[in-house]
């Protein structure tokens, strides 16, 4: 994972190294302290949020698939390099407030033991970066509640084993930094935090992570993109249960292909998580890059106005 890391960033480096100043490159013209536009395409990269909301009264459909392990023992051309299998689906709708505050719903299968999980979220991005870098950074809030609707097990050292509505409930904030270098580089910090009412025996039910993510221009409509995140988990409960299970854990790490066909953004990645849910991956991703536990997966995303047209 290491060599993988030093790759993306040695990449990322030749992208900013090889830019001009901000000013020059996105070629606004205007106010000094005019707000910089489309710092990212989305309201996501591949595991990690972005500050980029909808405007007022538009909709973000958004389907998220993972597949199953492109190699490894799960893996392989019998079940055609996890072609055959899927992890994780999630189905949401995104709703602009205003065009800084946006709500939203979604479903998702879910890829550990807890499944069929829903959610409602809110992002409010409070802070925007200017040209004359009066506002260096843009800043968003993200919050979501995710409740499970499976059936409890019986097996009471499962993080499913129910026995009250609140033990089926999640939640997540994170902080969004970002910032645009240039037209063709702009990178993101995701501190997080991560709140589990029940969980598995002697698991840990709050954890902090650390996410980094940037996306950098190949062509006018084809990005390079890639997110890493890094939990911070508490030693032993990590050992105990590394123990218990048999499995390790790893931090998410996806790589992938942004293209915009003009009314879609299209993102075509690989990643080891395989779950979509920050409840899930940031504190269960027990896939390893280095044993061909990772697999393909898509995000399509597709936006509606709402909006009157203005009479004249």
């Not at 040695?10 to 302290?33: H, W, Y």
């Amino acid at each position: 994972m290491k060599s993988i890391l030093c790759i993306m960033l040695s990449i990322i480096s030749l992208k900013v190294v090889a830019q001009e100043d901000l000013d020059k490159m996105i070629k606004l013209e205007g106010p000094k302290n005019e707000k910089v536009t489309a710092t990212f395409k989305s309201g996501n990269l591949i595991n990690l949020k972005t500050t980029e909301t909808i405007h007022r009264n538009e909709m973000d459909f958004r389907v998220d698939h993972r597949f199953g392990d492109i190699g490894g023992s799960a893996g392989g051309a019998k079940n055609f390099f996890g072609l055959d299998n899927s992890t994780d689906i999630r189905i949401g709708f995104d709703y602009g407030l205003t065009d800084n505050i946006n709500i939203g719903i979604a479903r998702a299968k879910g890829a550990t033991e807890v499944r069929q999980l829903y959610e409602g979220n809110i992002k409010y991005r409070f802070a925007e970066q200017t040209i004359d870098n009066s506002v260096p950074v843009s800043i968003a809030f993200f919050g979501s509640t995710v409740v499970s609707a499976m059936e409890a097990t019986e097996e009471k050292h499962s993080a499913a084993s129910f026995e009250r509505f609140s033990d089926r409930l999640s939640y997540v904030t994170q902080l969004i930094i970002a910032r645009k270098f240039s037209s063709s580089f702009s990178l993101t910090v995701v501190p997080s935090y991560l709140h589990r009412n029940y969980t598995a025996y002697n698991d840990q039910n709050n954890m902090f992570a650390i996410g980094i993510g940037g996306r950098a221009k190949v062509s006018k409509r084809i990005a390079f993109v890639a997110d890493y995140f890094l939990p911070f988990r508490q030693s032993s409960k990590k050992k105990y249960r590394e123990e218990v299970t048999g499995q390790r854990y790893y931090n998410a790490l996806g790589v992938g292909l942004e293209m915009d066909t003009g009314g879609h953004i299209f993102h075509l990645n690989f990643t080891n998580a395989t779950a979509i849910q920050e409840s899930q991956f940031i504190s269960e991703t027990n896939s390893s890059w280095g044993k061909g536990q990772f697999r393909w997966g898509f995000n399509i995303a597709r936006r509606f106005n709402f909006n009157k047209k203005e009479k004249g």
